[in-house]
């Protein structure tokens, strides 16, 4: 079974990239093939993966624009279990036009089903809830929601959870959300009053997994690798290994209830 996980919120600037390549990075320890695949016009997950945008012929919005096969727009990337399927400015037509289509927030889901080599496919989506965004969200197991410890990124959740509504109804009942705390500096005192608050909150739906501020995880981008390869014993790497750790755990759990329903 591959397990698809959005990563998506619509504030920009609360590491959805970040997570995006080294969530993977860390998976890929574990003898897992991950897939990311860029959905958002300014390819930064792209980039962090030392792609060049201009250079990309083959992106995902053949996909969701021509209806070419996922596989055909596959790229290997240095770092052995992780595949790219990558980004460039055509998307930004993908969301113009891709409404015009029927059924369009079936799209992505659609064309992932054939996509079986791989034990986990991350979307990282473009900082807005528009066509793009719900496509992801509606093929999604999994959605992560970045969100710092700070008051316009604590509001913003509102609107993701009217999103998450709105697909459940609209066409995936089943997809669990649940909020990362990124960028958190614990020894600032509004951080940690908010932390309470999203807590008290969100309760289960709050991972227990928390990405503190790193400067090395700043730098993994520039080089082109996960913070899990860059800097592999740093503090933020052990940090996105608890994530991958967890979100591994709730996967069985699921695996797990499956088999009870089908025996």
């Not at 496919?121 to 410890?149: E, F």
Request: hydrophobic share 40%.
């Amino acid at each position: 079974m591959t397990y698809k996980i959005a990563i998506a919120n619509e504030k920009g600037g609360v590491a959805k990239t970040t997570t995006a390549v080294s969530l993977a990075g860390a998976i890929s320890e574990s003898q897992k093939r991950v897939l990311l695949i860029d959905l958002d016009p300014q390819a930064n997950l792209t980039l962090a993966l030392g792609i060049k945008p201009n250079q990309v012929s083959r992106s995902i919005s053949r996909v969701i624009l021509n209806s070419d096969e996922p596989s055909s727009v596959v790229y290997e990337t240095a770092i052995e279990g992780i595949d790219l399927i990558p980004s460039n400015s055509e998307m930004g037509l993908a969301e113009r036009f891709l409404p015009i289509r029927q059924n369009y927030h079936t799209v992505l889901r659609n064309a992932l089903f054939g996509l079986v080599n791989y034990d986990y496919i991350i979307l990282d989506c473009p900082p807005a809830l528009g066509a793009i965004t719900t496509n992801a969200m509606t093929a999604a197991d999994l959605l992560v929601i970045p969100s710092q410890a700070e008051y316009f990124s604590a509001y913003a959740l509102k609107k993701m959870m009217a999103a998450v509504r709105q697909v459940r109804k609209n066409g995936n009942p089943s997809l669990i959300y649940r909020v990362l705390v990124t960028m958190l500096d614990r020894r600032n005192r509004t951080h940690r009053a908010l932390l309470a608050q999203l807590y008290a909150t969100f309760g289960i739906g709050l991972f227990q997994s928390i990405i503190e501020i790193d400067t090395k995880l700043r730098e993994s981008p520039i080089v082109g690798l996960p913070i899990t390869t860059y800097f592999s014993q740093s503090r933020s790497a052990n940090q996105y290994r608890e994530l991958a750790q967890e979100i591994s755990q709730n996967v069985e759990k699921i695996k797990q209830q499956a088999i009870k329903q089908s025996a």
